[in-house]
């Protein structure tokens, strides 16, 4: 007669302990793919929000509304002198599409600068929104 497998409980322990360990390990090396692939994501995106404006915004509308023409980048390129555009604008209320449009005039020229100024309300009718130092008419 055959004696009964005493030892069957213990194979199936170590059997599941080691499986258990392979299970840690794939656990551990898919966390450790997960994080390095989060790491380059991280990276990626910062390089490309440090691209210029040109480079990141596209103008996918029909009539290509928000593009700067071609007679406007020859007048851009042709500058001698500085130019700052002064883009006043009530906090809170600025506009997207105006402030993509103003970068890509920036990044056209290192003669052109944007600079954005504050203001905290609107002004009163019949006050003039400009300062003495204005363009000469």
Same mark, same amino acid.
């Given at each position: 007669m055959?004696?009964?497998?005493?030892?069957?409980?213990e194979?199936k322990?170590?059997?599941q302990?080691?499986a258990?360990?392979?299970?840690?390990?794939?656990? &551990?090396? #898919?966390? =450790?793919? $997960?994080?390095?692939v989060?790491a380059?994501?991280?990276v990626v995106n910062?390089?490309?929000?440090?691209l210029?404006?040109?480079?990141?915004?596209?103008?996918? &509308?029909s #009539?290509? =509304?928000? $593009?700067?023409?071609s007679n406007?980048k020859?007048?851009?390129?042709?500058l001698?002198?500085?130019v700052t555009?002064?883009?006043?604008?009530q906090s809170?209320e600025?506009?997207?599409?105006i402030e993509?449009?103003?970068?890509k005039?920036?990044?056209l020229s290192?003669?052109?600068s944007v600079?954005?100024?504050w203001?905290?309300i609107?002004?009163p009718r019949?006050?003039p929104?400009?300062?003495?130092?204005?363009?000469?008419r």
């Amino acid at each position: 007669m055959e004696k009964p497998d005493t030892h069957l409980p213990e194979k199936k322990k170590s059997t599941q302990r080691e499986a258990g360990r392979v299970a840690f390990r794939g656990g &551990s090396y #898919s966390l =450790l793919i $997960s994080l390095v692939v989060l790491a380059i994501l991280i990276v990626v995106n910062a390089f490309v929000s440090a691209l210029p404006t040109n480079l990141t915004k596209y103008d996918i &509308s029909s #009539s290509k =509304l928000y $593009s700067i023409t071609s007679n406007t980048k020859v007048v851009v390129n042709g500058l001698e002198d500085d130019v700052t555009i002064y883009w006043i604008v009530q906090s809170g209320e600025e506009d997207q599409v105006i402030e993509n449009l103003l970068g890509k005039y920036e990044s056209l020229s290192e003669h052109i600068s944007v600079v954005k100024r504050w203001r905290a309300i609107p002004f009163p009718r019949g006050t003039p929104t400009h300062t003495a130092a204005a363009a000469p008419r």
